[in-house]
């Protein structure tokens, strides 16, 4: 079945496929980002890499200055790997949101008992937040831009949901700005193959994102940093194939299914590496403290 983007339906069955399926999670565990695995890389255990990733994301973007209690609302969550660090390491309240049904029902069944209190998870819209203005200390979203049509209203309400005063820690891929020079042939195909593999509608360049987080309606003045983390995070890629060969059980216990899911996995990944290593996609960080 395609997995191109058609509207926010298409991506919601893309990740409740992806969750229901189970290969994803026994393969590469309860995060599903790229891993960080240092300046400059070093050999590092794909899933320890996740958990350094979003370790790093905190320290870059200020998120271990905030006091424990502070509310985080973490935007594309995922099966929620990324919302028990932050409940756990760090005492923050925080409530994931994805759109995917599935991924919301194995992120509350991931949590332990001893999170829920401060760990909790929603089915919703990024691009139709149902909080009031001004509602958290911080907002967190790693990888769910590529996911979105309307990167402006994205932005608009990331920033809508975060209070005077609270903070922004943003990742994403993003392609490189061709305003200068078009992308070659080649380029073009590869990024059809990237956007329609998986349910991407578009991508941002990390000067486009950044232009829409500080044109925003509730931007309030925020001035917004970026730094380009594609070299740390690269090994990602290959690491992500090869756990399918560390951990066979992971593939094989599925029955021949799991080896037919993998597969068709790979050629994206393989130019995900590819487009990565070229230029033509920039892992982009965002950060920003909104003036209070
Ligand atoms: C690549 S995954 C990243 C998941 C998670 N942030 C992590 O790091 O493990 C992208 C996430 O964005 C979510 N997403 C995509 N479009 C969305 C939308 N319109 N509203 C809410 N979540 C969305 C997906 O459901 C998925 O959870």
Redesign the pocket.
Known sequence: MSRAYTN?SS??RA?DNWTNDALLERLWG????LGHYGSPPRRRDFRGAKVDFVHALVRWSGLDKLPRGSRLL?????????ARILAADYGFDVLG????QA?IARAKALTPEQLSDHCHFAV????ALGFDDHRFDAVW????C???ADKQR?ADELLRVLRPGGLLAVADWNRRDDTQTPLSPLERWVMRRLLDDWAHPEFASIEGLRGHLQDSNHADGVRVAIADWSKPTLPSWIDSILEGLRRPAAVLGLGPRGVVLGLREVPTILLMHWAFTTGLMQFGVFKGQKPG
């Not at 919703?124 to 691009?127: F, P, Q, R």
Request: with cysteine.
């Open positions: 926010s991506v919601a990740y309860d995060h599903i980002h973490d935007v594309g969550c995922g099966i929620g790997g990324s949101i994805s759109i995917s991924q919703m819209d990024a691009l979203s790693v990888e769910a590529p996911h979105m994205y």
